[in-house]
């Protein structure tokens, strides 16, 4: 689905979310109230500049006050790889836009991530995978590296990570493996209307972190829950 | 190149903390004796996934938690060892960071003292390491909520890179020393996307000034700067345990503030001299080669170096 | 990966009371070698994994050596490996046998 349809799905009387330089910020009418809409189109990259912008806008939402739910949706590349994003601290402009997104769920507007287009790495960590609960539509492509690429790093052969790929869902990109690893709860139907998928998954919110419990269910992370569930039983002050 | 041994007897304070490793970090950061490892080497808790691709593992999987005491103080640490697979995040590695989190929620420590030293998420255990990172980051903005400091201290020859360096960023404060680098891509990937013209990520001075230690923190981008010992480090965490911001409204309006200024001030520079320039730094070529106390003095003069807006 | 593994008689237990240590660590020419004190006074066991195949006569003879040297008996010592030369194979044990003596 294109943004356009996204939104069209999400607001069937209309909304007044707009795009300017591949951010995406607005609102629409949603179960009697509203729910509030910020994120990347367009897969743009995320440098500082966005970041700065993103976050003042999930910022506006929480001074605004009342309960409205904001919808993160991305069509993002990887972070903005450039001598200036890093000279100008990119860290902290990211770390700040997902702070405020974990922030805004924590005050009384739940954060739904949708991811329908690509993300990667730095964008994908301070956008999508900052929400309460993320949820893809199919043909979403988030990833950490493309296969070419990880094969020059590791210097393995593309083919054979390609043939691990199929058996393991740990390392390759794909929507698929991240519903397998627990970072996206989800997929929903393209067919359906949005507005009642994304209804429901607000009313579904888990109060706490459990992806690494959806990680060891599904096959994708068979560890992570159990490490960290023997960390918690265990730590004591001494 | 040598490893340190762990001397029992020899308290350590004046080890470098570049050179050290996690384990050594971790001994002479707390209390002596005061270290309690949970899931240790001794349980083999390693990597389900490394064999796949014919690499050794580690018995920590490159990650070390626990309980200690740093002056007394009941603290919860973890540790990260660069030298292993780069300090990169793996399933059983994140998953150990993420479970002390959650215990520090539980156990309401003093402080809960991170020691970065990491390349971001290992690309063989990559979806597991992402979602770990972003498990870390909402674990650390709750435990922040609940009164909790989180401290970050990178001097690593590692430094903070990628999903580290966005953990780094939600931390309450950052002790980074000279040779700590904090950064989301790593030279070498901007030079491989962008051309050598963008950044020549074989010129180290370049690396430093835009992503080493000293800029970070007349930038900003960290609290403290520490010498690279270990005692110097330690004083540092001491030191910023009390005056940790709140995590609230209020503190990210002051950091958008903060972050918007930065952009409006310095975003058409080019290098960190320029920035350092902007700032009223006299002599910013000389920036580099400045020692710990002449960098402090320095520090001290700007003044406007040190913020609560993180 | 290859897996090795060697069992040694010692004349006596190695001195010291420490349950257990750890040292080294796991990357280019370097390993990392845990030991506990968890067998038989005069029993000693060496198990290795290593990504370099083909050098299990390499490995039998340090270990062999370390033992000689050591008496390290009653200890259970395992190596994660990350492609050491021998040198720093044997520092690495008698490192890791001083730890364990205190």
Known sequence: ?238 | MSERIIDPAAKGWATSWYEASARARVDGLLDAGSFREVIGPEQRRMSPHLPLFDLPRAFDDGMIVGSGRLDGKPVLVAAQEGRFMGGAFGEVHGAKLVGLLRAALALKPDAVLILFDTGGVRLQEANAGETAIAEVMRAIVQLRAAGVPVIGLIGGRAGAYGGGGLIAGTCSRLVVSEGGRISVSGPEVIETNKGAEEFDSRDRALVWRTMGGKHRRLTGGADAYADDTVAAFRQAALDLIGRAPAFDLATLEAEQARLEQRLTRFGDCRDGTEIWARLGVNDPEAVPALTTAAFDTLLASLGETTHDAR | MEKLSFRHTTQRALAGAKAQAITGVVASGNLEVLLERALAPTECTVEIETPIRGYGEVWAAVVADFVARAQPGGLRITINDGGARPDTVSLRLLQGARLMEV
């Open chain 1, 1 to 238: 689905m294109t943004l356009a349809e996204i939104l069209a799905s999400l607001f069937p009387e209309g909304h007044s979310v707009t795009v300017a330089e591949g951010l995406v910020n607005g609102e629409g009418p949603f179960r009697g109230g509203r729910l509030a809409v910020i994120g990347i189109d367009g897969d743009t990259a995320l440098g500082v500049d966005g970041a700065c912008r993103l976050a003042g806008y999930v910022l506006d939402v929480v001074r605004r006050g009342g309960a409205t739910p904001i919808l993160v949706a991305i069509d993002s590349d990887s972070q903005r790889m450039s001598r200036r994003d890093e000279l100008l601290g990119l860290n902290e402009y990211l770390a700040h836009l997902a702070k405020t997104l974990l922030l805004a769920d924590a005050h009384g507007h739940p954060t739904v991530g949708l991811i329908y287009g690509h993300s990667a790495a730095g964008a994908f960590i301070a956008t999508a995978l900052a929400t309460r609960v993320l949820v893809g539509l199919p043909g979403a492509n988030p990833s950490v590296m493309d296969l070419p690429s990880v094969a020059r790093v590791t210097k393995l052969p593309l083919d054979r990570l390609e043939a691990m790929a199929k058996d393991t869902p740990v390392f390759a990109p794909g929507l698929d493996n991240m519903v397998r690893t627990g970072a996206v709860q989800a997929v929903l139907d393209p067919g359906q209307p949005l507005a009642e998928q994304i209804a429901a998954v607000i009313d579904a919110l888990p109060a706490d972190d459990t992806r690494d419990r959806a990680g060891r269910e599904r096959g994708g992370r068979p560890v992570a829950e159990a490490i960290a569930a023997q960390v918690v039983r265990e730590a004591a002050l001494g």
